[in-house]
């Protein structure tokens, strides 16, 4: 009876072993005709996307993405090499660490003593604390305007150059408005210049130059202000754009920018600023957003005090493609969070593709409420379609600016 039962259990084990085998061997073979068949989806090489689908879109424009060559030398760091390091020395970053500190990014930033850069964590969900689409702010966008700002360290001077603008002004009844723009400094309103009135606003070709003088630490505290104005004396600015010269690192180099121009009469609803670095890397294909620090928070609800985070998401075709978060900082209105965000994208999609930053606030129960959000991109209006065009026109090298968070 015993070897009965022994040799009965034993078939029994035999028979499931069997089974499990022939399974495998039957989708060992089914994978084997899959592959050889040509129709098996290989893994996209774009961790945000789905590779199927941008084939489907774009056709063979979607090619694999380069990988950068890594030369057998090692690379030396700035302080041997004499100088900072070239593009072929930024094209072989594979880690965070290898970012350096924020010195790296801007002089302005001082921020050395935070330390290197901390690379921030992937959020499982992509589900918001609160939704809004891809317009955010556009209705705000009222014109664009060309300039170029540049310091002489040794003259002490502020040059300010309008080159073009367009679509400053509305059409009255089908005939172009002619116009003008006025230059101010903040936050004294000193008046940099005035430009000669243009006959069309839709399309102006100003090519003026003005100069004001400004010494070094002033370039710190003020921002130029650039208004389009009708020919109708007494009228109100049709659009204005502000830009802060503490973001522009003009002692080492000028900077030419499109500026898009808001809507002076519509208010916006600030709740805090936050500094953003944005920076491409085309032989990667990679986008890297640094959040580095927030200051004059307004909590949600009126709260007394409140832990903040970050969320950034990347937007397109109206689709949550990824996100990531920073730690959350208790009970600090002005946080600094110094974390870098590395997303891998395809250079294809840049002209379709938005950031969304949110700022959060972490709560007992594990739920988060949204202090205010931030666009960043072709979709954005003022500082945030500014930031991600001048990101694109200076390829490889961080470009850091402040944006106004705004409520929903």
Same mark, same amino acid.
């Given at each position: 009876?015993?070897?009965?039962?022994?040799?009965?259990?034993?078939?029994?084990?035999?028979?499931?072993?069997?089974?499990?085998?022939?399974?495998?061997?039957?989708?060992?073979?089914? /994978?084997?005709?899959?592959?050889?068949?040509?129709?098996?989806?290989?893994?996209?090489?774009?961790?945000?996307?789905?590779?199927?689908?941008?084939?489907?879109?774009?056709?063979?424009?979607?090619?694999?993405?380069?990988?950068?060559?890594?030369?057998?030398?090692?690379?030396?760091?700035?302080? &041997?090499?004499?100088?900072?390091?070239?593009?072929?020395?930024?094209?072989?970053?594979?880690?965070?660490? &290898?970012?350096?500190?924020?010195?790296?990014?801007?002089? *302005?930033?001082?921020?050395?003593?935070?330390?290197?850069?901390?690379?921030?964590?992937?959020?499982?969900?992509?589900?918001?604390?609160?939704?809004?689409?891809?317009?955010?702010?556009?209705?705000?966008?009222?014109?664009?305007?060309?300039?170029?700002? *540049?310091?002489?360290?040794?003259?002490?001077?502020?040059?300010?150059?309008?080159?073009?603008?367009?679509?400053?002004? #509305?059409?009255?009844?089908?005939?172009?408005?002619?116009?003008?723009?006025?230059?101010? /400094?903040?936050?004294?309103?000193?008046?940099?210049?005035?430009?000669?009135?243009?006959?069309?606003?839709?399309?102006?070709?100003?090519?003026?130059?003005?100069?004001?003088? /400004?010494?070094?630490?002033?370039?710190?505290?003020?921002?130029?202000?650039?208004?389009?104005?009708?020919?109708? #004396?007494?009228?109100?600015?049709?659009? =204005?754009?502000?830009?802060? /010269?503490?973001?522009?690192?003009?002692?080492?180099?000028?900077?030419?920018?499109?500026?898009?121009?808001?809507?002076?009469?519509?208010?916006?609803?600030?709740?805090?600023?936050?500094?953003?670095?944005?920076?491409?890397?085309?032989?990667?294909?990679?986008?890297?957003?640094?959040?580095?620090?927030?200051?004059?928070?307004?909590?949600?609800?009126?709260?007394?005090?409140?832990?903040?985070?970050?969320?950034?998401?990347?937007?397109?075709?109206?689709?949550?493609?990824?996100?990531?978060?920073? =730690?959350?900082?208790?009970?600090?209105?002005?946080?600094?969070?110094?974390?870098?965000?590395?997303?891998?994208?395809?250079?294809?999609?840049?002209?379709?593709?938005?950031?969304?930053?949110?700022?959060?606030?972490?709560?007992?129960?594990?739920?988060?409420?949204?202090?205010?959000?931030?666009?960043?991109?072709?979709?954005?209006?003022?500082?945030?379609?500014?930031?991600?065009?001048?990101?694109?026109?200076?390829?490889?090298?961080?470009?850091?600016?402040?944006?106004?968070?705004?409520?929903?």
């Amino acid at each position: 009876i015993l070897f009965a039962v022994y040799f009965y259990h034993l078939f029994v084990l035999g028979t499931y072993v069997a089974g499990a085998l022939a399974l495998l061997g039957i989708a060992a073979v089914n /994978l084997w005709k899959l592959w050889r068949s040509g129709r098996c989806p290989a893994p996209s090489p774009f961790p945000n996307y789905d590779y199927r689908y941008l084939q489907r879109k774009y056709g063979a424009a979607a090619r694999a993405p380069r990988r950068p060559q890594v030369s057998a030398t090692p690379r030396r760091p700035p302080s &041997e090499a004499g100088g900072p390091a070239g593009p072929r020395a930024a094209d072989v970053l594979e880690s965070v660490d &290898e970012l350096g500190s924020l010195e790296l990014m801007s002089r *302005e930033l001082g921020l050395a003593p935070y330390g290197p850069l901390r690379k921030s964590v992937s959020a499982d969900s992509l589900s918001s604390v609160s939704s809004i689409g891809n317009s955010f702010g556009q209705e705000f966008t009222v014109g664009q305007l060309e300039v170029s700002v *540049e310091y002489a360290a040794r003259a002490r001077a502020l040059h300010v150059a309008l080159l073009q603008g367009k679509d400053l002004l #509305e059409r009255d009844a089908g005939r172009p408005e002619s116009c003008f723009v006025r230059v101010s /400094l903040l936050p004294s309103e000193r008046l940099v210049g005035t430009s000669r009135p243009q006959r069309s606003g839709g399309s102006a070709h100003f090519g003026e130059r003005f100069c004001v003088p /400004l010494e070094p630490a002033a370039l710190e505290e003020n921002s130029l202000r650039f208004a389009a104005f009708g020919a109708a #004396e007494g009228s109100a600015p049709a659009g =204005a754009a502000e830009l802060r /010269l503490c973001d522009l690192d003009l002692p080492a180099r000028p900077f030419t920018a499109w500026l898009y121009l808001q809507d002076p009469n519509k208010t916006v609803d600030s709740v805090g600023e936050i500094l953003l670095s944005l920076s491409y890397l085309p032989t990667a294909e990679r986008l890297t957003v640094v959040v580095v620090k927030a200051k004059n928070l307004v909590w949600s609800n009126g709260k007394g005090t409140a832990d903040p985070f970050v969320k950034v998401y990347l937007l397109q075709d109206g689709r949550k493609i990824s996100k990531k978060k920073t =730690a959350v900082k208790r009970d600090d209105p002005n946080p600094v969070f110094n974390e870098a965000m590395i997303f891998s994208v395809p250079a294809i999609v840049l002209q379709e593709l938005s950031l969304r930053v949110t700022v959060a606030e972490s709560g007992e129960d594990g739920r988060a409420d949204a202090t205010g959000h931030v666009l960043i991109g072709p979709a954005a209006s003022g500082m945030g379609i500014t930031h991600w065009h001048q990101m694109l026109a200076t390829l490889r090298k961080p470009v850091s600016m402040w944006h106004t968070v705004r409520r929903n």
